[in-house]
């Protein structure tokens, strides 16, 4: 069974700081989504990774997956406090499109 | 193009009620998914949906709930005697035929229901 970790669960972090979430998956996939959800909101696609040293960026996030190690990153560079919101990590199970779901990182860039 | 809509937004029922969700896919979408959000919690896959077809319904509870995407309308998450635990976060997603934009879902806004 595909199980989707990340961490950190909760990050604060200063403005203009830099820093790197995780996620870890159990099984083999062939594509990973990264997500941002603002409170009380809902789900805003960021990145579709679909392929092993796949790495894209928009604006100050960039995303990398690494299929061998079953890793996606997602990167965060010189924060600003528009960035504030939850992060998912989503990984493909496969079998019929099912998405599976980390817990989400809870970040709050503070001024 | 209007994204995926979802109501009602909130919905408040009292134990033993029952709550129909509805979702209406963005458009030139076939592909419609339900999840539910527990507060603090990740989204839980509950039911993958084409026209008129259920395909993979394993995170489905197994007791009063049911899901349909009827040929003509929006598709239906429907909770029959509703529990206090069944209260949540309800997103639906749509995505287009497959081998097209990377099959992305786009989510609704959500259904937050509260049951008393």
């Known amino acids: 069974e595909l199980k989707v970790e990340q961490n950190p669960l909760f990050l604060s972090m200063q403005e203009g700081k830099n820093y790197t979430i995780y996620c870890n998956y159990s099984t083999t996939s062939d594509r990973l989504y990264w997500y941002r959800q603002d409170p009380g909101k809902s789900l805003e696609s960021l990145f579709v990774?679909?392929?092993n040293g796949a790495v894209k960026q928009e604006g100050r996030l960039m995303a990398s997956l690494d299929t061998k190690a079953r890793l996606s990153t997602l990167h965060i560079t010189a924060a600003v406090h528009d960035l504030s919101a939850t992060y998912f990590c989503a990984v493909y199970a496969g079998n019929n499109r099912k998405l599976i779901w980390g817990l989400g990182t809870s970040l709050a860039v503070n001024p | 193009n209007a994204g995926v809509m979802q109501n009602p937004r909130h919905l408040v029922r009292r134990r033993g009620q029952e709550a129909r969700l509805r979702c209406s896919p963005m458009?030139?979408?076939?592909?419609v998914y339900w999840y539910r959000q527990l507060p603090e919690e990740g989204l839980k896959f509950m039911v993958y949906?084409?026209?008129?077809?259920?395909?993979?319904e394993s995170g489905m509870p197994k007791e009063r709930f049911s899901a349909e995407f009827p040929k003509e309308g929006p598709s239906i998450l429907r909770i029959q005697q509703v529990v206090r635990g069944d209260s949540a976060a309800y997103f639906c997603a749509s995505s287009p035929p497959l081998g097209t934009n990377q099959e992305t879902q786009y989510f609704g806004p959500g259904t937050r229901l509260l049951v008393l």
């Open positions: 949906l084409q026209k008129e077809n259920i395909i993979d």
């Open positions: 990774l679909l392929s």
């Open positions: 458009k030139g979408h076939s592909h």
